[in-house]
Structure formats: C-alpha cells, structure tokens
C-alpha cells in the first residue's frame, strides 16, 4: 500500500505543478484553456486518491498527528509532495511498524 501511495504522491505533485505553473498562465496570460481542462480531473482525482490513502496507510505506521498533519497539508503545497516523499518515505525509521 506505501508503493501505491508514493506514487499517487508523485503524480499528484506532478499534475499540480503543471497545473500551477503551465495550465493557469497558459489559461490567464495566453487566453488558453486546454490544459486546465485536461488536468484538471485528474489531478482532482489524484489529490483525492493522496488523501484518503493517507488516512488508511496512518494507522498501519502509527503516523503522530503533526506528521500526519504535515503529509496532508504537503498535497497543496507546490513541490509538497515531493518533500514528504524524501522527508518521510525515504526514511526507515519513520516507516517502522
């Protein structure tokens, strides 16, 4: 279940970035919507996927509350995701049972 929720971490982080510093300009500076509409969904899905694999992958690595706070609040964050993943992900110690 971890593998499956970095993952869904990574292309969360992914599409909101591309979201956020090529979907908007391009839809408020060159009039173009596209992408916003093309993202969009999935990156909606893909934060929804983040979170709720958050609260069922917490209890199963007795997460703190403030680490389980800072994980949930890096999906909205740019480059959030990415933190958490080297912060928290890469670190056995914080991934023990």
Do not use: C
């Not at 929804?48 to 694999?53: A, E, H, M, N, T």
């Not at 990415?82 to 023990?96: A, G, H, Q, R, W």
């Amino acid at each position: 279940m971890l593998n499956i929720f970095r993952i869904i971490s990574y292309l969360e982080g992914i599409s909101y970035l591309l979201l956020l510093f090529v979907g908007v300009p391009l839809k408020y500076f060159g009039g173009n919507d596209i992408l916003v509409k093309s993202l969009g969904m999935p990156h909606g899905l893909l934060f929804i996927g983040y979170v709720l694999l958050a609260f069922f992958i917490k209890p199963q690595f007795n997460w703190s509350n403030k680490d389980f706070f800072i994980i949930l609040i890096a999906s909205v964050i740019p480059f959030g995701t990415f933190f958490v993943d080297k912060k928290y992900f890469k670190n056995p110690s914080f991934l023990k049972k």
